[in-house]
């Protein structure tokens, strides 16, 4: 019987997941941001600098992906890098004021997009399924 409740508990949190990511993030794509271009620039602005490594690890984005999506946002000059000169192999990722001008802009929409997702939950259940994600999450680690 727990098998059952479990895998349609994680049918549910994945169609959750789906639905309320498609509704948070449907106005981001006026701006060419994609999610992971906006948690890079998210980290960036509010925790400073970051190397190319600490993004991938902190963000859950493979090293690959990273400087690929690092790429990206360098060409539209929101991200610049900077080259350690002390070990040539070390980056050093910086939000540029382009890029802190969008992310200030589209982190307003994002955050309203957030609110109205959860906007049918009382407050009270919004920290119940907070602490049950937080139990999950603690076990991984």
């Known amino acids: 019987m727990n098998k059952n409740i479990d895998t349609t508990l994680f049918k549910h949190l994945i169609n959750a997941s789906k639905i309320i990511h498609d509704q948070v993030f449907k106005d981001i794509k006026k701006y060419g941001l994609t999610y992971e271009n906006l948690m890079v620039l998210e980290c960036l602005y509010h925790h400073g600098p970051h190397y190319i490594q600490v993004l991938s ?43 802190e001008s969008l992310f200030t802009k589209v982190d307003a929409i994002y955050t309203d997009n957030i609110e109205l997702s959860f906007s049918n939950l009382s407050t009270n259940r919004k920290k119940e399924i907070n602490n049950a994600l937080k139990q999950i999450c603690q076990k991984e680690e």
Do not use: A
């Open 57 to 99: 690890d902190k963000l859950y984005i493979p090293s690959g992906s990273i400087t690929y999506i690092v790429n990206k946002l360098e060409k539209k000059s929101l991200v610049r890098r900077e080259i350690q000169s002390y070990n040539k192999r070390y980056c050093k990722v910086f939000i540029t004021d382009e890029g």
